[in-house]
Every structure is written in C-alpha cells, then in structure tokens.
C-alpha cells in the first residue's frame, strides 16, 4: 500500500472492550483505506498474528469474513471515509470471534492533507494479549498462570506467550516498523 502524503489522514482510537487496564493505541491512517485494509492496520498495531476470522460492525451492519447469522457485508467496499466523514459513529471490530477480542474504534480527529500525517501509530498502553488465551477474562487467568511456576502447563504457557512476552509493555518503535514493512 502505497501513502501519499497530501492526503486527508484519519486519528483513530482504538480499545480492547473491557480490557482492565485499559489495552489501547492512537495511530493515523489515510482516510480513503477500506475496512479490509483497517484490519491489516488494526492487526499490525495491536499485536495480533492473523491467524482468526475478523469482522467490523458500523451501524449494525457487519463487514468481514465472519457471518453469525446476519448477512455480511464486503469490507474491500467500504471506506472509512463513508463511517467517519458525516456523523462519525463508533466502529467495533470482533477478532478471533470464538474467543471474543472486540476493539472500539474512534475518529479522534480528522488530518487535512499537509506533509507531517503519515501512517503511524502515536502511542499506546500495554501488549497485546496472546493469540488463543482466551479473550479479555480467559486473559486475566492466563496472566495469572504465567506467573505459577507451579502450574503444571507453566512451561507450554510461556511457550505461546514468547519468552520476551510482558504485558506491560508496549513497543512503539517495533510497531512503527511493521507499518513501514507493510506499506514497502
């Protein structure tokens, strides 16, 4: 995907619904991606491996992959210029929806073309939670475990965490480079 500076840049927020402490990032995109490319972003930022099906939901319409009992919509046909340029309304995007992961994104603010809007992620709190460890309650129990050496699946745990793995931290800069790759 290529970035063409002189262009309207979104500022989105987004959060990890019910995720205590709050799971978050702030990061720019250009106004005219497509949902299916949001989610490309919004696996990039979070953390998330893409190994799950996704789905948005914008005015009770759904756009994805994922149908559960309601039609969806085709997400490489909506812009996100057509949820966020009138009355923006907040956007939820379900990842992995087995295990639950919904993320509430907001327009925080709109970029008119100018030379300093990029994609990028600007800031951000926290690391993003294992794939497959059990959505926002089954995460807390997980932490939990990670920190019982005495937990008989303690070992296969860090495992699929990754040795490096702290939920506290948040790294930006990784982040940013990914983006960078992505756009290459």
């Not at 709050?22 to 005219?32: D, E, L, S, T, Y």
């Not at 745990?157 to 290459?184: C, I, M, Y």
Request: hydrophobic residues 35%.
């Amino acid at each position: 995907m290529n970035s063409n500076s002189a262009e309207t840049f979104y500022q989105l927020y987004v959060e990890l619904v019910d995720s205590y402490p709050p799971i978050w990032r702030c990061f720019q995109v250009p106004a005219r991606l497509t949902l299916e490319q949001l989610h490309t972003v919004l696996q990039v930022i979070m953390g998330w491996q893409n190994q799950s099906p996704h789905f948005f939901k914008v005015n009770g319409q759904r756009y994805g992959q994922v149908s559960i009992g309601d039609a969806v919509g085709d997400e490489r046909a909506i812009a996100l210029t057509e949820i966020f340029s009138s009355d923006p309304q907040p956007c939820f995007y379900t990842y992995d929806p087995a295990e639950g992961w919904l993320h509430r994104l907001e327009l925080n603010q709109v970029l008119e073309p100018s030379e300093q809007a990029t994609l990028s992620c600007l800031d951000g709190e926290r690391a993003c939670p294992p794939e497959k460890s059990g959505g926002v309650w089954g995460y807390e129990e997980f932490l939990e475990r990670l920190n019982d050496p005495d937990d008989p699946e303690y070992d296969a745990l860090w495992e699929q965490a990754g040795a490096s793995f702290d939920p506290e931290r948040f790294d930006l800069k990784g982040v940013n480079q990914r983006l960078t790759e992505w756009l290459a």
